[in-house]
């Protein structure tokens, strides 16, 4: 069973600085900037997201991926089963889970780009999203632990929540009435 951990960090709004870190610590840029389109279904109960699990289907470009997610285990870092699997018909795919009963619950898009450090023992990925810009940290807890400390961070700086809790609590705190976390108004 493949387990994701990782952890989200907030970043100030000029991304210069992270990137110029992000050379100097060695990482090179592994996917060049690319938008993520995003849709996590659910049943009309939302009964994955009470469970804390998630179906989500990413595009980018012409890359379709399915991802189950399991639920988060506690802890300072963000540990859950993962499962993904390329799938060539995203539209297909929405139909197939649409006649099971899953629905789409929230739509969320970021541009992303990837880096790595040989020997490859990790990922860190710069999400530029409509709420903000932040780092994701994936690997052992050891290795995100390091990392983060090597950019600037400490575990104090640490995000575990989803980006759907990131943009709620957002929407939150600017008075605007929760939709899709999407770069237009096209919710």
Not at 45 to 59: C, D
Not at 100 to 110: D, H, L, N, T
Not at 123 to 143: A, K, Q
Request: charged share 25%; hydrophobic share 35%.
């Amino acid at each position: 069973m493949k387990y994701e951990i990782e952890i989200k960090l907030r970043l100030p709004g000029k991304l210069a600085p992270i990137r110029r870190r992000l050379r100097d610590a060695g990482f090179q840029v592994a996917e060049r900037r690319a938008l993520e389109s995003n849709v996590l279904f659910d049943s009309p109960e939302r009964s994955l997201s009470k469970q804390g699990k998630l179906i989500r289907v990413r595009r980018v470009g012409s890359h379709n991926v399915l991802t189950f997610k399991g639920p988060p285990q506690p802890g300072r870092h963000k540990k859950r089963q993962e499962i993904n699997i390329d799938f060539p018909d995203a539209e297909g795919l929405q139909i197939v889970l649409n006649q099971i009963g899953y629905q789409p619950a929230f739509r969320y898009e970021k541009f992303r780009t990837e880096y790595s450090i040989p020997p490859g023992t990790g990922l860190v990925m710069l999400d530029e999203t409509p709420i903000g810009n932040f780092l994701e940290i994936e690997g052992s807890p050891r290795w995100i632990d390091r990392t983060a400390s090597l950019l600037g961070f400490s575990s104090a700086d640490y995000i575990t929540a989803s980006y759907v809790s990131l943009y709620v609590t957002y929407c939150r705190e600017h008075g605007i009435t929760p939709g899709n976390m999407v770069f237009s108004k096209r919710s």
